[in-house]
T-cell receptor
């Protein structure tokens, strides 16, 4: 079965700093999803990547899928307190199922 | 559109009690899902329904049953709650087929004493 490993598990940064979260798959990725979760709330969809080498951006968040389609990174530029939360990557695992990583908890200190 | 709604938001049960978590979506999605989220474990799939009339087990189905009542509604039942089922439960839905994101409900926080 497919597994997604996220690193780091948690991250504390100072406001204004850049940061990167990684998601590594045990199998080739055919659809990679990034979600953000604020404490006590549901998951908010950020971006989806499909093609090797693909890169998407939304505001100050950029996600990339490597050429081999086994790793994705999420990069935040000039972090703000509003970026704080848990970031999860998810992947299509066949038969309408998605598998998720364990999440990266981001704290941004003002 | 309300998206994906879940009831209740919070629930406390005693060991052995039963309850049903309700989920509804108004986006005309074919596929619906139930996950549980525990600290350090991420999201784990309990059951899913790829279309109306079908349900399949996920990663952690033991102790749970589901019903896909119609296209809109997908309920999760705990027949005899155990402390190990203390968790946050999320319902999700999506358009059938790959490369379609899942939309999540706000979650139900369940405590079993």
């Amino acid at each position: 079965s497919q597994e997604l490993e996220q690193s780091p598990q948690s991250l504390i940064v100072q406001e204004g700093k850049n940061l990167t979260i990684n998601c590594t798959s045990s199998k080739t990725l055919y659809g990679l999803y990034w979600y953000k979760q604020k404490y006590g709330e549901g998951l908010i969809f950020l971006m989806m990547l499909q093609k090797g080498g693909e890169e998407k951006s939304h505001e100050k968040i950029t996600a990339k899928l490597d050429e081999k389609k086994q790793q994705s990174s999420l990069h935040i530029t000039a972090s703000q307190p509003s970026h704080a939360g848990i970031y999860l990557c998810g992947a299509d695992a066949g038969s309408e199922k998605l598998v998720f990583g364990k999440g990266t908890k981001l704290t941004v200190n003002p | 559109n309300a998206g994906v709604t879940q009831t209740p938001k919070f629930q406390v049960l005693k060991t052995g009690q039963s309850m049903t978590l309700q989920c509804a979506q108004d986006m005309n999605h074919n596929s619906m899902y139930w996950y549980r989220q525990d600290p350090g474990m991420g999201l784990r799939l309990i059951y899913y329904s790829a279309s109306e009339g079908t349900t399949d087990k996920g990663e952690v189905p033991n102790g749970y049953n589901v019903s896909r009542l119609n296209k809109r509604e997908f309920s999760l039942r705990l027949e005899s709650a155990a402390p190990s089922q203390t968790s946050v439960y999320f319902c999700a839905s999506r358009v059938r087929g790959p490369s379609n994101e899942q939309f999540f409900g706000p979650g139900t926080r369940l405590t079993v004493l």
